[in-house]
């Protein structure tokens, strides 16, 4: 357990000292602040910028994806890098088993995955409550918070980490990159509506909807809420699972 | 100048044209599976394509994070000629699996003539590739040139609504996915092929200054 602490203690840390990833962050809030910033001209142009809950909920199902996307390929080199530097071997010549190694990168991948969404999901939402020409209080915007942490985040990170971490490790890289690229691009062009969202979208399906909805389509569909979460968390676990089970990808034990 | 083409070929490996074939044919097979709600063609060959081949370009065709790039500059006579030659054979393979698929894709569903498909195709594929090209010139990390391309890619994909503003339809890079509400996108077409012309300018004069 020990060793695999350290694993995850190295990869974690060394992720938070690559400037790209503030590079990254940065970006994806500069954005972000463009669309959702509570200025006269976009308190007119979106309706429902007022309330709080619809900000966070903006932020998580929109913005995020941009954010999503940049540490998808920031964590999609870290098997691959190992292998090409020869680290790899050096660490199966070592006493360090194979599910240390593999669970290291994974959980380390979801906690930065995890911290870097909630920076961002906190510094908006904070430039929101001090800029907001309104008065907001601030349970107004804690509870949207921490359901977007639960019904987003954490689901969120764990698709994301895992899938960029565990397929690069078996396929192409670059074979990689397309399919995200793919699926991150569906997401993108997806506009929300009253209709039931596609469930494999990562960032926008309708898991989102536990935290806000629009007043005139106030219905929630738990079957597709549940179906959106069951595909982010299940994949993830199916993608972090088939790295235990390629033999071939430590020495034999 | 055919042994160097065969060489970057060798270069490239054959996982390029098992990924590149695969990709053709999952096109394909979505353009027979997609249904009429799908406007297929500027998604597959506006949208999606260009950014596979600057996938292509940056992964493949990578310069400075090549392990051999100092090697390179050092002793070739113009780095320039390296770069351009390494981007065309790129571009050129990944645009014939993209031809590949038009074909295959008209043949399911025809819906726009060939050179229709192509000028769709050619200027924001140009365009992306080309700025891949010049961040491949100027970062030595692998894989950052394709990253900061497919995060432009996202976010021109995700401001659509910009569209509103006087003027950015004709620089906004899918015009065609996006609408083309007064029928521009033949001027909007021009333009970005200027810009990833522009952009060429800039490789050149970054390759005389390693040079």
New interface residues.
Partial sequence: MRKMFSVLHYEYKMQFKRL?TWG?LL?ATA?SLLDNFPSAGNLARLEFLNEPAYFVYRIVS?DS??LL??LM??L??RIPIDTKTGMKSLLMSSALRKWQYVLGKLLSGFLYVFTIQCIFLLLNTTIYFIAAPFRISLIECIVPLVKAIFVSLVPTSLFVSFCSIALPGMI????F??LA??L??FN??YVGSAEAMPFYLITSGDLVRLIWVHPRWPFVDMGNVIANGFFLVGSSLVFGSLLFLKHKFWRSE | MKARIESEVKIFGINFFIVSAAFTVAMIVLSIIAGDLLDFYPVSFEVIFPFFVTIVVGEWGKTRADSNFDIIAAQSKSLFKWVLLRYIIAFAISSLFAAFSMAGASIMRYEMPIWELIVLYFPPTFFLSSLCALLGIICRQEHTATLVCGVIWLIILLTRSLLRFPGVEYVYLFIRFAGDQNNIWLWNKGIVTLAGLSLWCVIYWKCKRVD
Avoid: Q, S
């Fill in positions: 790209v990254v970006v954005l929109l994806l941009v996307f940049g390929f920031l999609a080199g192409d890289i670059r074979l990159y397309i690229a793919i991150f691009g993108a062009t």
